[in-house]
């Protein structure tokens, strides 16, 4: 099932929550929809989910309009909400059945699917007796009930302990094998996680669309990094002077000297340093930048 969601808007009274916004989803891809709180991500998976209706622009599944292939959608929102006292079992056939699933289909494949997410032990159990991930988890069951081609999710895992938190992450790690997933998220390392390609969203707008590998190399700067003490710090000063030297960072007593050209100006910096009888603990050259750090970067107004 491929997606398209081609330039559209989405306004709330006099705010903008999605603004011509547009991405492609290849059958058999996990996305991640990386943002700030209340960059338009929940705004953008309702409209996909066809929850809400976009005011301009057009989403597509197969070439056809969302609102006809529901059917092949399965949707996560972040807050399951489910009767306390249905079991398991049925909840999953009072969903199914609004769903217009048959009862003789719903009661076939019921026990697979709650076997799929790690509940099939808790068939019978209330639903209000279940913790949060196993409520998260009952709500991934609901959204493969009727199986959908691509699943959309909104904040999955965001509202869970660490436990809850990592039997979900499991889970989605089995899904994603056999189901196209879009899913949203403000914690980048839950995305890392799962995800082969991030898409990046700031005040409704897409700023960033790129795989682990190409953001890393659009992103990361190789710099030298050393380690020098306290009193030696006024050496910083010489070597911001440096006319090879671009750009100096600090964090702690930790400092990243940008250069011109790598190689030869870190000899060059390092026989400077040991001439001026700097003591360096560490020295050396490559790439720190996390993708934590790259996605902060994109994201915050500095």
Partial sequence: MRLVIDNITKKFKHKTAVDHFSMVIETNECVGLIGP??????????MIADILVADDGQILLNGKKIAAMKQNIGYLPQYPNFFPWMTAYETLLFMGTLSGIGKDELQRDIPSILEKVGLAKDVHSKVG????????????????LHKPALIVMDEPVSALDPIGRREVLN?????????????STH??????????????IKEGRKIE??????????????????????EHFPWIKKVEKLPYVK???????????VVQALEVDAQ?????GLDQ?????KFEIGRKETLEEIFLSLVVDV
């Fill in 37 to 46: 709180n209340g960059a338009g991500k929940s705004t953008l998976i309702q």
């Fill in 171 to 183: 889970l989605l790690n089995d899904i994603k094998k056999e189901t196209t997933i879009l899913l």
């Fill in 277 to 281: 009888n700097i003591s360096f603990s």
């Fill in 187 to 200: 914690i980048l390392a839950d995305a890392e996680e799962i995800c082969e390609r991030f898409v990046v």
């Fill in 129 to 144: 007796t279940f913790s949060g991930g196993m409520k998260q988890r009952l709500g991934i069951a609901q959204a493969l």
């Fill in 268 to 272: 060059r910096l390092l026989q400077y």
């Fill in 209 to 230: 669309d790129a795989t682990k590998l190409q953001l890393l190399n659009q992103n990361q700067q190789f710099a030298i990094y050393f380690t020098i003490p306290k």
């Fill in 247 to 257: 750009e100096v960072e600090q964090d702690g007593d930790v400092f990243k000297i």
